[in-house]
């Protein structure tokens, strides 16, 4: 869990509109990657991390194209899934609406 492996542990959250117990106190801040610069932050390594991996994705499943989509619901990546099916690391929230799952 990423929470537990920061150093120092943190006191309190600022987050991006979710609600959940994570342990410690936290403010949910709706729009908040607009409103606090430490959540605009955050989102930003958060995507790049998030590219990064499916990049390194792109190399096991290549026939889907995540070095180019990074994920999202583009056409080519709604054509490949259609084409041939999900793949583990679909998630299934978003797959419902191309194929049966």
Do not use: W
């Not at 006191?11 to 959940?20: F, I, M, R």
């Not at 607009?34 to 190399?59: F, H, N, P, Q, W």
């Not at 889907?64 to 054509?79: L, V």
């Amino acid at each position: 869990d990423a929470l537990n492996s920061l150093l120092p542990y943190p006191e309190y959250l600022l987050v991006d509109a979710v609600k959940h117990d994570f342990g410690i106190p936290y403010k949910a801040i709706i729009h908040g990657d607009a409103l606090s610069y430490s959540i605009a932050c955050a989102s930003v390594l958060a995507k790049v991390t998030r590219d990064k991996i499916m990049e390194g994705y792109d190399k096991v499943y290549p026939e889907y194209g995540f070095a180019k989509h990074k994920g999202y619901g583009t056409k080519q990546h709604i054509e490949a899934l259609q084409k041939y099916g999900p793949c583990p690391i679909h998630r299934k929230t978003f797959i419902k609406n191309f194929v049966e799952v």
